[in-house]
């Protein structure tokens, strides 16, 4: 396994990719509600990406065909932008993007309430953005790369939901996809030690029911094969001597991830 570190001044150009993908996700956020289609969605990304000077991550990426993944209630992720989804009172929606800017990768994901959700929904995106900032609480120098695992799976199956375990987070660099691997399952103590410089894409994908999922006919929208409904945070996080550094987010920002 070839661990690529990052230095000060790569970790820095990550950072600015990074600020480009918090603030498209953040104003996508702003336009979830009633009505509004996926593909409203698809196209203020990729006019928002084009401003910024940034190549968005995913278009053509493996053949692709979108800037967004955005995937609605038992979509777990890789959901295909369409005029035809359109968003109703009630449903979840995950926004996963990603961009290259000045040769470095930034990616993050967003699940957003529709609306007035049911409780149970609720607690779901909540359990899930929590174990997203608890496995961020692992990215320090020592620590095991299953600590990260542990931290997400021991929080979700404590609150009664599933982790999905056919899709793993990973590191991320001048490639969208870098070594090492990462589960959101696992016992602790295990795998490569952390150390400064390593940038990981964490990305908890939880389910309300079974950890099962499959593919519809597009061979991407990945879905929860007993039809419940799934939720998908993720940051693009740093190991430095100080602890973790969340490079898809505004320095000034603290508290929980999301």
Known sequence: MSII???????????????????VLNELRGMVKPGVSTMDLERAAEKRCAA?????????????PCVLCASINEEVVHGIPSPRRKLAEGDI??????????????????????????????RLLEVTRESLDRAIEQVRPGRR?????????????????????????????????????????????????????MVLAIEPMINAG???VELR???WTAVTRDGRRSAHFEHTVAVTAGGPWILTRPKEVSGPSW
């Not at 290259?100 to 529709?114: I, Q």
């Open 5 to 23: 570190l990052k230095s000060q001044a790569e970790l820095e150009k990550m950072y600015c990719a990074g600020q480009v993908v918090w603030q």
């Open 52 to 64: 910024s000077g940034a190549r968005p991550a995913f278009k053509n990426y493996q053949g692709y």
């Open 93 to 122: 929606i995950s926004l996963d993007f990603g961009v290259a800017l000045d040769g470095y990768y930034a990616d993050a994901a967003v699940t957003v309430p529709v609306g007035e959700i049911a409780a149970e929904t609720q």
């Open 145 to 197: 790369l299953s600590d990260i695992s542990h931290a997400v799976e021991s929080w979700t199956t404590e609150h009664g939901f599933s982790v999905v375990r056919d899709f793993v987070g990973h590191g991320i660099g001048t490639k969208m996809h870098e070594e090492p691997q990462l589960p959101n399952f696992g016992a602790p103590g295990h795998g490569l030690r952390l150390e400064p410089g």
């Open 210 to 212: 079974a950890p099962e």
């Open 217 to 219: 006919e597009d061979k």
